[in-house]
């Protein structure tokens, strides 16, 4: 078979799993992912005891384990029990999991590089402490935090290839059973990491947006 | 009649004892400058008063309320910032809000105040200091002396019972320096009990009732702003003064 003909016929064949699954499985792990960081996050700035080494333990577990391996866990821990799980889910879960450690570390990070006086002044006026962490530390720390949580998300998107492991069709693995059929291993192999590389190049713009946007208070002379 | 009363109030730090057992008055209505060199505890002795340094020792009696000021709960000093106001060295104003929202943000997250009544009060007091038209700016996008003038304000929305100005005008230059002092100047005409800590001796001079002159962590002397300036009792405040004006 021609080769411009086999990467015609199987584009739809590989972007339909990327947008059925890669990017849900994505965008739902990258949000839950997102909730469990600032929940970690604020754990740990606000020196919550008890809760504060549960969550150290969490991230040194996380981050000293590979997500391979973290995926294997997830699927085949449940089977143990004779429960059958679904792959999807096991993604998403452990996506959140992962990602959420490495997502706590960067807001967390953020959160303690906003001056102190931000938090005083919050107390002087009268704010509680939640009050404050809501209105002036955490969209300060997101700020500040965003391109660092942009490059978690593009890598994020990248790593979704691994849930092929476990049984989720998503694209790498439509590709995988493309090339197998067809012995065209190279060209389905790059015709994938190009689509990879669109879906990165739109995240990457919305990111650039994202900053410029919430980039205007800290610029003496935009947005006014 | 005494609406702020500090008994041996003592702070100290790694470096060494900062506060030495402080004891002071302030009335109802009060402009007090604290004066003093560097390194004397000023700043040290106004943040415990706000319970921003917790001390090791001492009790305050505040509108008739008494506060231990090294250990009370959080209910009770969250009450007290409620009827207190302090203006910081650095302004502090939230950088991700805009001057109005700096100004509101007391009145409709720390006291749940309808948002339009919070923005009508803010209002009025950016008018107060000069800062209104810029409701909309960024802190980022204006001056330090603009900056401290709407973190003024910010402090006179709440409608405090008392006032702390941690050295207000530190930070400027000489120019700006005087902005912020004609508002204060301002203020100290409305009959706002104040209590402020600085370094301009013209300042206290002019617009302070009452003057403290703390050095090394103890009042050395205190008294009516005309008798301290006039015929000060201690030698060493005379020191400070034939070398400060």
Known sequence: ?224 | MALLEVKNLVKSFDRGTVLKGINLTVDKGDVMAVLGPSGSGKTTMLRCLNYLEIADSGEMTFDGVTYDLSSSSKKDIAALRKQTGFVFQSYNLFSNKTVLDNVTLGLTSGRGTDKKIAEETALRELERVGMADHADRYPAQLSGGQQQRVAIARALATDPKIIYFDEPTSALDPELTTEVLDVIRELAGSGITMVVVTHEMSFAKDVSSKVVFMEDGLIIEQGNSKEFFNDPKEERTREFLKLNI
């Open chain 1, 1 to 224: 078979m021609d080769i411009w003909n086999l990467l015609i016929e199987s584009f739809p064949r590989i972007i339909l799993p990327g947008l059925a699954m890669t990017i849900p499985l994505t965008i739902i792990s990258f949000a839950l992912a997102l909730v469990i960081a600032v929940i970690v996050a604020l754990i740990q700035y606000s020196k919550v005891p008890v809760l504060t080494q549960i969550a150290r333990v969490y991230i040194w577990i996380i981050r000293g384990t590979p997500l391979l391996v973290q995926l294997m866990v997830g699927y085949y821990g449940p089977s143990a029990f004779g429960i059958k799980p679904n792959g999807f889910v096991v993604a998403v879960i452990v996506f959140a999991i992962n990602e959420g450690a490495y997502c706590a570390e960067t807001i967390r990070g953020c959160m303690e590089s906003v001056p102190k006086g931000q938090l005083e002044a919050g107390y002087c006026v009268g704010m509680s402490y939640p009050g404050i962490m809501w209105h002036v530390i955490l969209p300060q720390a997101f700020r500040a935090a965003f391109p660092a949580l942009g490059n978690s998300l593009i890598s994020m998107v990248k790593d979704t290839s691994l849930a092929s492991n476990i049984t989720v069709t998503e694209m790498f693995l439509a590709t995988r059973q493309i090339a197998g059929r067809t012995y065209q291993f190279l060209p389905l192999y790059l015709e994938v990491a190009f689509i990879y590389l669109m879906f990165s190049t739109v995240l990457e713009a919305f990111q650039r947006r994202g900053e410029a946007r919430l980039g205007r208070y800290d610029h003496g002379t935009s947005g006014s």
